[in-house]
């Protein structure tokens, strides 16, 4: 029987336009070939929009018969190059800081990004605090475009065999092999690839204020116009057949919020009579958690199959990402009455103690519709991140039908180790998605249940998923609804006061430094003055103590206490004097923060902090010396969170020296040298400073590794 129309243009999806010819692309490889080859064919222009675009990224990690540079930004410069009627456009997400240590470090001065007048690289922040613009998109010529989970960037390259150590799967000879990358990526051509090029237009001009035309294209020479762009290799999955885009857009300044993927995800998962595939690298959407539950509930509903990550990359997802998803696969578990949900993760032998990082965004209904794009099953996609998804619906044409059955198979294929056919013969034969899978797991490659790995204690730290995973912009106030009790937020007037004072109080000090003796004794060479005779007064070590705990009262930072002493007193002494300093400071917001802690700090800050703090609590030295090397807030901070929850003086104060030890020293090291090398600056004072930079940075990438390696065998140690 067939589905109703499950896409509604303006509804669940922007436009449903013809596709001339479609392929699927599974895996780094597929696609950046398959990009490549397009890219050589592209005549007037290349679009290429991302989250991530790296010019340093390999294409092709075998031989090139074409004698083209391999690297992204070398190859786009050399078609440029061959081709003076090409124009390439680059539009990268404006990244967070808290993504810099995996990207290409100022790519705006990268010489591959400004060699050619023609290659216009472009950061985009157009979009809310706090979120991203993650679409996946290149069109060539408006004629062959591409979306869905794929980046042109590093780490995403490797084959549906997801080898274990597969060197090819590395960047440089000198890093060590990535965990197995799994993704998909649409490729289309015809006029929804025109329309795929208006989208990334329509970005291109919000980002840089910058209109572009579309494509002037002369008439081909043969065959229809699309296939000019179309590789000769790629034999399609498809031809001639309707694929809609589903757009998530966060509402941004005259930017009106739209979130077709949610809604296309809720009435595909109501309109499913059989099975639900699904392939997410997260799994926290509430309205999707919602719809799936439901369906659960249901007598006769579908069978629900999810393949995930057996848990996600990166120390700071696991610890949230995680957390959010096991309680999202709680709820759907206790849903399931009929026992028609399954959740695996691919497991390939040989990996160790890393997984296959799925990464695909996928969605497959019965064999009615199919869903390949950007947006995570997570509630950012929903509505807070922008995402471009394509959606492929059968509507009755058996031709469609078999080409998602045969790619959900193809796809289940990879993750088994065995033939598409085979997976077709099996499934066949039980009747059944569930009891097909499970009759071909065996002991090689194959799908394992997702285990939970969370334990209580990570679970209790752990907000709300609308802090840590939010479906649209975050505003102040609801922050502070989650954070501060109705009873201790002030009043308008007590605010309106406190700026006033703090405005007054500014201007005063202005004042005294313009028309008072002030001005005389505050400036720069005065400053440098008094350094260099600070030294000299007798009790001088005493006096820079006090500074220490001054300074940790109102929050100064502490890091530039550190450099001063060290300019005052020499590296040995000022490295004495600053961890003392440091300690007396740290004891005296330690004793501040007990204070208040019995009065106030936890009147204040309510359950949440009270519970953190148990946990800090429980956890002692250890949590001390971790949050010391590698602080999630202010010293002071720090120190009054300590002093208020119920962390023993002694384990905070030995905890504080032993953390604060590798960083003080790393200071006190790099400030001499560099003070030496702007005295006297030759060739040994230069290679000294350059060798205490490489050993600051080494020995921070080593604690890094290590704090990874600490997280990943906690987690795994709960699955044991």
Not at 269 to 274: E, L, N, P, Q
Not at 498 to 514: F, K, P, T
Request: hydrophobic share 45%; net charge neutral.
């Amino acid at each position: 029987m067939t589905h109703p129309p499950i896409l509604k243009p303006g509804k669940n999806c922007w436009r449903i336009e013809h596709a001339d010819r479609i392929a699927f692309l599974v895996d780094g490889a597929d696609f950046f070939r398959a990009f490549r080859e397009t890219a050589k064919l592209a005549q007037r222009s290349l679009l290429i929009i991302g989250w991530d675009i790296d010019s340093r990224v390999e294409l092709l990690r075998e031989d090139r018969p074409d004698g083209l540079p391999d690297r992204l930004g070398e190859f786009l410069n050399s078609l440029l190059e061959r081709n003076d009627q090409l124009h390439i456009h680059v539009l990268d997400w404006d990244f967070t800081m808290v993504f810099a240590g995996s990207r290409e470090w100022m790519p705006l001065y990268k010489q591959e990004w400004n060699s050619h007048p023609r290659l216009h690289f472009h950061l985009d922040d157009q979009h809310p605090a706090g979120a991203c613009h993650h679409q996946k998109i290149v069109v060539a010529d408006d004629r062959v475009a591409f979306a869905g989970g794929l980046d042109l960037t590093r780490g995403r390259w490797d084959t549906p065999e997801h080898r274990p150590d597969d060197p090819r799967r590395r960047e440089a000879e000198t890093e060590p092999v990535p965990q197995p990358y799994h993704d998909i990526q649409m490729m289309v051509s015809g006029p929804v690839a025109v329309a795929l090029g208006e989208l990334s237009r329509e970005r291109w001009h919000r980002a840089t204020g910058h209109a572009l035309s579309a494509p002037e294209i002369p008439a081909s020479s043969g065959g229809s116009p699309s296939s000019v762009c179309w590789p000769d290799y790629l034999a399609p999955d498809m031809e001639n057949a309707p694929v809609a885009i589903a757009r998530t857009v966060p509402k941004y300044e005259n930017q009106a919020e739209v979130r077709e993927v949610e809604q296309l995800l809720v009435d595909a998962i109501a309109a499913a009579r059989d099975t639900i595939y699904i392939e997410a690298q997260y799994f926290t959407a509430h309205k999707v958690a919602t719809a799936l539950a439901k369906r659960l509930n249901e007598d006769d509903g579908p069978e629900i199959v999810a393949l995930l990550p057996e848990y996600t990359d990166g120390w700071l997802s696991q610890n949230t990402m995680d957390v959010l998803r096991e309680r999202v696969f709680k709820r759907l578990q206790e849903a399931d009455h009929h026992g028609r949900l399954r959740l695996y993760y691919p497991c390939v032998p040989g990996l160790g103690g890393v997984c296959v990082n799925v990464h695909s965004k996928l969605t497959i209904i019965d064999n009615e519709l199919l869903r390949v794009g950007s947006a995570n099953l997570n509630n950012r996609s929903m509505g807070f991140d922008t995402e471009c998804d394509l959606v492929l619906e059968a509507n009755g044409d058996s031709r469609i039908s078999d080409v998602i059955r045969a790619f959900r198979n193809r796809l289940l294929g990879e993750h088994l180790g065995m033939a598409p056919a085979e997976v077709e013969a099996r499934l066949s034969r039980e009747g059944s998605l569930i009891r097909g899978i499970e009759s071909l797991c065996g002991a090689g490659r194959s799908l394992t249940p997702l285990k939970f790995r969370v334990t209580p204690d990570m679970d209790a730290l752990v907000p709300d998923s609308q802090i840590v995973d939010p479906d649209r912009p975050i505003e102040a106030d609801r922050l502070i609804k989650e954070f501060v009790p109705p009873a201790q937020r002030k009043p308008v007037r007590r605010h309106i006061a406190l700026i006033v004072s703090i405005l007054a109080a500014i201007l005063g000090l202005a004042a005294a430094w313009h028309w008072s003796p002030l001005r005389e004794w505050v400036n720069v060479e005065t400053l440098v003055s008094l350094g260099a005779q600070f030294e000299q007064i007798r009790g001088a070590p005493f006096l820079a103590l006090g500074v220490f705990v001054l300074a940790g009262l109102v929050a100064f930072p502490l890091t530039v206490l550190i450099i001063v002493c060290v300019l005052v007193f020499g590296p040995w002494y000022g490295f004495f004097y600053s961890m003392l300093g440091a300690i007396l400071s740290a004891m005296s917001t330690y004793a501040l923060g007990h204070l208040l802690g019995r009065n106030a700090v936890r009147r204040f800050a309510g359950t949440k902090l009270r519970e953190l703090n148990r946990r800090l609590a429980n956890r002692g030295l250890i949590t001390i010396i971790v949050v010391r090397i590698v602080p999630f807030a202010p010293f002071a901070v720090i120190n009054m969170i300590a002093g208020a929850s119920q962390i023993r003086f002694r384990d905070f104060v030995l905890g504080t020296a032993i953390g604060m030890a590798p960083g003080m020293v790393g200071i006190s090291l790099f400030t001499d040298r560099l003070a030496a090398t702007i005295q006297k600056p030759d060739l040994p004072a230069f290679a000294i400073l350059a060798a205490v930079v490489a050993v600051i940075i080494a020995s921070g990438w080593a604690f890094w590794r290590w704090e990874e390696r600490r997280r990943d065998s906690r987690l795994r140690a709960t699955t044991d």
